[in-house]
């Protein structure tokens, strides 16, 4: 009797399997459907960011792995909105050891969109900026900054575009801050490396994983506010190139109506202008509901007034240079001869008998001329 019931319960189970296949199906749709956790997330976008920081700038893949690495970040200050990791109404003590590390997801961030590329270079300092500023606005939440880093969160705050470690005219004073942030930095480095090797030897360690993750925090914190004084620089140089560039561009075209008025052609494409000013009598052409008041004829001027739009500033030669000397010969321009042939005298055609007759003449008066008038006669001057 047993045995019988047994057989009819697995046959009553078979059944409803096949009555219902989504009951075995449902739990492996389940995992694929689930979330990727922060923590993998996070592991993630941080060795995309390693990546693209090794990646060869002329590496045709570095763009995908820029805009890939940029998307985990942005998945991650999703998630960790979403799932209110931080609030505003808690303390430092409330974070649990292995949320800390969350907190340095917008500085992380703001690194790497310093390897942005992008046309708009003040476009992506702004952005920068708010991932830093927001970065900087947690820490301060949770009182994490130290005195001398809330004394220059609220030097930012007060003028960003202007803010500066150091005065910017005073090399002195800049090369002894340069040289005590430097001296800083490397004591946070150590400390970090110290608290690592640390929790390498000592596994599941809650305190020296909090120690760790207040280093690094404090270590990004000091490497932000030198990011932000070169931010600072970078754009008053680019507002004063595009300044500078704003002078030195030509002046926009004037107004049309003020070209009209300037124009001493006589053109305008306007139909209500005066017929006055056409030359053609007086009064408007159309009324303002646009009905003509006259008879008007719509001339090619405008066409031939674009056709010299392109023509050359300079005028064009209308003749080649033989037809201009031999113009100025014809009017008399050009006077011929002078040389070594100037000094020769013209050979004489003997058979042109007027001619030899005219020269002949030409010698005589020449010769009577002379003896008539010696040499030195017309100098009255100077004698005694």
Not at 14 to 19: D, N
Not at 250 to 268: E, I, L, N, V, W
Not at 273 to 280: A, D, E, N, P, Q
Not at 301 to 313: D, H, I, L, W
Request: glycine share 4%; proline share 5%.
């Amino acid at each position: 009797m047993l045995q019988k019931t047994h057989v009819h319960c697995l046959l009553l189970s078979t059944q409803l399997l096949r009555s219902f296949p989504s009951l075995i199906q449902r739990p492996q749709a389940t995992m694929e459907e689930e979330p990727q956790s922060l923590q993998a997330l996070f592991a993630s976008a941080k060795a995309q960011k390693k990546a693209v920081e090794t990646v060869p700038i002329n590496d045709p893949t570095l763009t995908d792995r820029f805009n890939s690495a940029v998307h985990a970040f942005e998945a991650c200050q999703k998630q960790i909105s979403k799932f209110s990791i931080f609030s505003s109404n808690e303390s430092l003590e409330d974070i649990a050891t292995a949320d800390l590390q969350y907190a340095t997801v917008d500085y992380l961030f703001a690194e790497l969109l310093q390897r942005s590329q992008g046309p708009d270079r003040l476009k992506n300092i702004q952005r920068l900026r708010e991932e830093y500023e927001q970065f900087l606005r947690l820490l301060d939440q949770y009182g994490i900054l130290s005195t001398t880093d809330k004394e220059l969160y609220e030097r930012y705050l007060e003028s960003p575009d202007s803010f500066s470690l150091a005065p910017p005219n005073d090399a002195a004073a800049r090369r002894q801050v340069k040289i005590n942030r430097f001296r800083d930095e490397k004591e946070l480095k150590q400390k970090l490396e110290h608290l690592s090797r640390s929790q390498q030897s000592i596994e599941n360690d809650d305190e020296i994983a909090r120690q760790l993750y207040l280093a690094e925090v404090n270590l990004y914190t000091h490497q932000t506010f030198q990011s932000l004084d070169m931010l600072s620089q970078e754009v008053s140089m680019l507002k004063l190139a595009l300044k500078n560039a704003l002078d030195q561009s030509p002046q926009p075209p004037p107004d049309a109506r003020r070209r009209d008025a300037h124009d001493t052609s006589g053109y305008s494409d306007r139909l209500d202008l005066g017929l006055s000013s056409r030359g053609r009598g007086q009064g408007p052409l159309l009324r303002k509901n646009g009905v003509p008041l006259q008879p008007f004829v719509l001339t090619s001027r405008r066409a031939e007034f674009q056709k010299g739009v392109f023509r050359p500033g300079h005028n064009l030669p209308t003749m080649t240079i033989e037809d201009y000397l031999e113009e100025e010969r014809r009017r008399g321009g050009i006077i011929e001869g002078g040389g070594e042939q100037s000094g020769v005298p013209k050979e004489i055609d003997e058979d042109d008998l007027e001619k030899a007759d005219e020269e002949t003449m030409k010698a005589r008066a020449w010769d009577e001329f002379k003896e008539e008038n010696p040499k030195g006669s017309g100098n009255t001057l100077n004698r005694g």
